[in-house]
């Protein structure tokens, strides 16, 4: 028994760490060498194959590793000892991980409580066998196609990556102005965002007046603020984002009223990064629809998520769409509710873009969970500015006109 390289220690392999064809070489387990002569019936030594007996997906196999030229293996392993001069191990090990004997595995486990396979049933399995030149072959093309994809995936993180740098440098142009200079320079009419901005206040006035709610006050930006702020095209304006939105958060809904099925209840982890994700999803009764109005989500909303809404510097925002619906907004969620039609996607991207995630990073509360409060974030803040297009007020009679100067 070798154990010079590990003291005293002999290793003790478990499930954990086997996985299809490769060893995962973490949080190894040791045992001492009077236990290793106890349990020497379930030893490996170089060269060996592993296969995990249970597990979802239960079969995989992989290869021992030259670090550890002796160890045990846990009860829900299986060591093999191919003979060198009838196969070679590497063939029988991608064998093993194939399509052809994973499928006998599901076969014979299915219907079973415990799915679990032993010596006897992988003794038991159909193996396609070519000559012992041939399996070489067969492993060294494996080998070639497998580095390819690495590096094929090497080059696909990199190149996400720079799509990220691109995609944060495409909006800091967007609202510089400069995705549509020549557009601007073609024109010979465009007006003032100030009549936008005065024709959303209207709004703003008359949406508080038909809800019976109070108005929240959103003070303009004084010439030093803006002057502190960088230079925009000509008729481009700041404003505070609270000029041109409200902002609604969720009900902290107990689990004593969740449902096997009704409303979908969009909460935190329904909120990704430009678009809604459902992989987890809870219900509310119908009912709720009528009990909580104001609460009730509609196609086309815009909704931030107040805690963790930032990861590595991506915003997690999204506008719903009607598969997403019907759903109700769950606490810490917040829905930036418009005043003015055509506005969403000009600042979905907004706040996608590289000048507000900077400058709300900096007011993110909280060191284990990041938050923002819904007070801070909006209303006013100095960060919160959107350069409005130039642009004529939309009456909600025809299709904004900004929505085509952003083409």
Same mark, same amino acid.
């Given at each position: 028994?070798? @154990?010079? %390289?590990f003291?005293?220690?002999?290793?003790?392999?478990?499930?954990q760490? =086997?996985? &299809?064809?490769?060893?995962?070489?973490? +949080?190894?387990?040791?045992?001492?060498?009077?236990?290793?002569?106890?349990?020497?019936?379930?030893?490996?030594?170089?060269?060996?194959?592993?296969?995990?007996?249970?597990?979802?997906?239960?079969?995989?196999?992989?290869?021992?590793?030259?670090?550890?030229?002796?160890?045990?293996?846990?009860?829900?392993?299986?060591?093999? /000892?191919?003979?060198?001069?009838?196969?070679?191990?590497?063939?029988?090990?991608?064998?093993?991980?194939?399509?052809?004997?994973?499928?006998?595995?599901?076969?014979? !486990?299915?219907?079973? !409580? /415990?799915?679990?396979? +032993?010596?006897?049933i992988?003794?038991?399995?159909?193996f396609?066998?070519?000559?012992?030149? *041939?399996? /070489?072959?067969?492993?060294?093309?494996?080998?070639?196609?497998?580095?390819?994809? #690495?590096?094929? =995936?090497? @080059?696909?993180?990199?190149?996400?990556?720079?799509?990220?740098?691109?995609?944060?440098?495409?909006?800091?142009?967007?609202? &510089?102005?400069?995705?549509?200079?020549?557009? %601007?320079?073609?024109?010979? $009419?465009?007006?003032?965002?100030?009549?936008?901005r &005065?024709?959303i206040?209207? *709004?703003?006035?008359?949406?508080?007046?038909?809800?019976?709610?109070?108005?929240?006050?959103?003070?303009?930006?004084t010439?030093?603020?803006?002057?502190?702020?960088p230079?925009?095209?000509?008729?481009?304006?700041?404003?505070?984002?609270?000029?041109?939105?409200?902002?609604?958060?969720? /009900?902290?809904?107990?689990?004593s009223?969740?449902?096997?099925h009704? =409303?979908?209840?969009?909460?935190?982890?329904?909120?990704?990064?430009?678009? !809604?994700?459902? $992989?987890?999803?809870?219900y509310?009764?119908?009912?709720?629809?009528?009990?909580?109005?104001?609460?009730?989500?509609?196609?086309?909303?815009?909704?931030?998520?107040?805690?963790?809404p930032?990861?590595?510097? @991506?915003?997690?925002?999204? !506008?719903?769409?009607?598969?997403?619906?019907?759903? =109700?907004?769950?606490?810490?969620?917040?829905?930036? $509710?418009?005043?003015? *039609?055509?506005?969403?996607?000009?600042?979905?991207?907004?706040?996608?873009?590289?000048?507000?995630?900077?400058?709300? *990073?900096? #007011?993110?509360?909280?060191?284990?969970?990041?938050?923002?409060?819904?007070?801070?974030?909006?209303?006013?803040?100095?960060?919160?500015?959107?350069?409005?297009k130039?642009?004529?007020?939309?009456?909600?009679?025809?299709?904004?006109?900004?929505?085509?100067?952003?083409?």
């Amino acid at each position: 028994m070798n @154990n010079e %390289r590990f003291g005293e220690k002999v290793p003790h392999f478990k499930i954990q760490n =086997i996985k &299809e064809n490769r060893f995962v070489d973490k +949080n190894i387990n040791f045992v001492s060498p009077t236990k290793a002569e106890e349990l020497s019936r379930h030893s490996f030594q170089i060269g060996d194959l592993i296969i995990t007996k249970l597990g979802n997906p239960l079969g995989l196999c992989c290869k021992v590793p030259e670090k550890y030229p002796y160890g045990i293996i846990v009860a829900d392993l299986m060591r093999f /000892r191919p003979s060198t001069r009838r196969v070679v191990d590497q063939y029988l090990m991608y064998g093993i991980n194939s399509v052809i004997v994973q499928n006998q595995f599901k076969a014979i !486990t299915k219907g079973t !409580t /415990r799915p679990r396979v +032993n010596l006897t049933i992988v003794r038991g399995i159909k193996f396609p066998f070519p000559p012992l030149y *041939e399996q /070489r072959a067969i492993v060294s093309k494996i080998e070639q196609l497998f580095s390819e994809l #690495d590096n094929g =995936i090497s @080059n696909l993180k990199l190149a996400q990556e720079q799509l990220k740098v691109y995609r944060q440098a495409v909006l800091k142009k967007a609202f &510089e102005g400069e995705l549509t200079k020549k557009w %601007r320079e073609q024109q010979t $009419d465009l007006p003032d965002a100030r009549e936008l901005r &005065e024709h959303i206040g209207k *709004e703003r006035e008359e949406a508080a007046k038909n809800s019976g709610k109070k108005l929240n006050s959103v003070k303009p930006l004084t010439e030093v603020e803006v002057n502190e702020l960088p230079r925009l095209p000509n008729r481009w304006r700041w404003v505070k984002l609270g000029e041109l939105t409200d902002m609604t958060s969720g /009900r902290a809904f107990k689990k004593s009223e969740y449902s096997s099925h009704g =409303i979908k209840l969009f909460q935190i982890a329904n909120v990704s990064f430009g678009h !809604t994700l459902w $992989d987890d999803v809870v219900y509310l009764p119908e009912e709720y629809l009528q009990k909580w109005p104001e609460l009730v989500l509609k196609e086309g909303n815009l909704l931030l998520a107040l805690n963790r809404p930032l990861i590595q510097r @991506n915003l997690k925002i999204c !506008t719903l769409h009607k598969s997403d619906l019907p759903a =109700i907004l769950y606490q810490r969620v917040g829905r930036l $509710d418009l005043l003015s *039609e055509g506005l969403a996607n000009y600042i979905l991207y907004f706040m996608q873009g590289p000048f507000f995630i900077s400058k709300f *990073e900096k #007011d993110l509360q909280g060191i284990d969970i990041p938050f923002i409060n819904k007070g801070k974030l909006h209303w006013p803040n100095k960060y919160q500015y959107v350069a409005n297009k130039k642009c004529k007020p939309s009456f909600r009679k025809s299709k904004p006109a900004f929505q085509s100067a952003i083409r």
